[in-house]
């Protein structure tokens, strides 16, 4: 009997968290539809705060209600690559003690700012589905990331299509971890970025980065950003990135 109840009791919390799962999913794909539909004028009503207070708690990272299912779909065939070992998923938690000992940093006549002030990096601070989404991937053998984006419409440039800007900040922050994560921390020198097609909102695109050649301090990469049918060449992209010369900004 006691068996039976807490059967009843299971199934009973799975319907609601399955329903709350979905609510939320709806939720989230009418707010980034709603904003992209083109009869309502820029910033779209309702939309609530746009940015958000982040919260470590969470790893961002996952998939969440705004991710279409090209992202969901890549996503775990990526998780799949990650279980031989040869891939490693990168957490949010990860990023995050990246940034944290990065904030440690002591740069000339830069002031730290105080915890409470200290928000996350640019890419985080979007609500669910309107910014970037994404999830990355290294291959620490082959010195590769892989970056899965999905660009909401707060990164909207032309009508419809993804800021130019927006797209070289995923490319920039996706190659910024892959240097760091070979030889420590990086800023970025230059990256010249090609823009061969554009991207519509809210499109999926798979970012390839890659190191070149490591010159001592200087990391020379190469990335490009795909259609997530690979059909599409959106942009191509080459860097440097120099490890910081920790010595000389602390003084
Ligand atoms: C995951 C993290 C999470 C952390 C938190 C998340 C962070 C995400 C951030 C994403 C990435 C960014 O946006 S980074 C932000 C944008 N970038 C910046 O603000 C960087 C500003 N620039 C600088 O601070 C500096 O110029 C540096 C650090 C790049 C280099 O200065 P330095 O350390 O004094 O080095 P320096 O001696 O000048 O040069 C070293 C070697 O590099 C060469 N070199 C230097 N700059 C260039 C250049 N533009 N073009 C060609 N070559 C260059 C020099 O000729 C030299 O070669 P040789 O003579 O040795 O052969």
Redesign the pocket.
């Known amino acids: 009997m006691r068996e039976g109840l807490r059967a009843t009791l299971a199934v009973s919390a799975g319907f609601w968290c399955a329903l709350g799962e979905m609510l939320r999913s709806c939720a989230a794909r009418l707010r980034m539809l709603g904003a992209l539909r083109k009869d309502e004028h820029w910033p779209a009503r309702n939309l609530g705060p746009a940015l958000r207070w982040f919260s470590s708690e969470k790893d961002f990272c996952l998939p969440n209600p705004s991710w279409s299912e090209d992202l969901r779909h890549l996503f775990h065939q990526f998780m799949k690559k990650c279980e031989d070992g040869s891939w490693t998923y990168i957490s949010e938690k990860e990023?995050l003690d990246?940034?944290k000992?990065?904030?440690e940093l002591s740069?000339q006549n830069v002031k730290p700012m105080k915890k409470k002030q200290f928000p996350s990096?640019?890419t985080r601070n979007f609500q669910e589905g309107l910014g970037f989404e994404y999830a990355m991937f290294y291959n620490k053998d082959e010195r590769r990331i892989v970056c899965l984006f999905q660009g909401g419409p707060l990164l909207q440039g032309f009508p419809g299509l993804l800021h130019g800007g927006a797209i070289v900040?995923m490319v920039?922050?996706s190659?910024?971890?892959l240097?760091?994560?070979t030889i420590g921390?990086?800023?970025?020198?230059?990256i010249n970025i090609t823009y061969k097609r554009p991207i519509p909102i809210g499109s999926v695109v798979v970012i390839n980065g890659q190191v070149d050649k490591i010159?001592?301090?200087?990391v020379f990469l190469s990335s490009s950003v795909h259609s997530a049918d690979e059909k599409t060449l959106y942009s191509e992209a080459t860097s440097?990135?120099?490890?910081?010369?920790l010595e000389?900004?602390e003084t």
Do not use: G, P
């Open positions: 990023m990246l940034q000992k990065a904030s740069f990096t640019l900040t920039d922050y190659i910024s971890i240097s760091t994560k921390f990086t800023m970025t020198a230059y010159e001592e301090r200087k440097l990135f120099v490890q910081l010369n000389k900004s």
